[in-house]
């Protein structure tokens, strides 16, 4: 989760004196930190690549293991540890950051011209997470947009004497957040909006 601290560990309990360690990110291999502990080498590369981790990498430099503090979302990808001594050794880490999900809105539609009641489940700047609609523990709907720029909504139309359960979640894959509901409150305003407006309708005619 976004914020959180990850621990990528090395599984060395004591790094030899003549072992070069290095840990690279990403597709290009930035080198982000380095241990020598025969040259007394021991570094963070927080300007690389683009600064993404300025002041938010600590090395161990007795294992080598490494920790990002404060992660981000940018931080996603992959970690690769090489050691060089006696002999070369690798490992690979795949990391996901995910953001922290914000709780859907749900609002009505009265401006729409159906019979039914018109519902949108809204949530803002979210990437990598899904909106659904359920009713009951059953998926009616699912949008899934990556882009911090707009809006993501999901509509529902249900009738006024609907007796169903309904709620909107925005999940991810660690974590949701979901929003009941409650069809007579949310509903009730725009239904005697929408019947009046009928009665006026209908006395014109006479």
Known sequence: ME?????????????????????????????????????????????????RFRDRLKLDNQTGSLTITNTRTSDSGEYKLDIFGAEHSSKTFSVSVYAQLRTPIITRDCSSSSSNCSL??????????????????????????????????????????????????????ISNQTTHLDINTLCHTCAGTTALMIYFLQSQCL
Do not use: H
């Open 120 to 173: 949108l489940c809204s949530v803002l700047n979210v990437c990598d997470a899904t909106l659904s609609w359920y009713a009951g523990i059953s998926v009616l709907s699912s949008i899934s947009v990556c882009d911090l720029s707009i809006s993501l909504s999901l509509p529902l139309e249900v009738e006024y004497q609907d007796k169903n359960t309904y709620s909107c979640v925005l999940n991810n894959p």
């Open 3 to 51: 914020g959180d601290s990850v621990f990528l560990y090395s599984d060395v309990t004591e790094i030899n004196e003549d072992d070069d360690l290095l840990w690279k990110f990403g597709t290009e291999n930035s080198l982000i930190a380095k241990i020598n502990r025969e040259k007394q080498i021991f570094s963070t590369y927080d300007d690389v690549p683009d600064g």
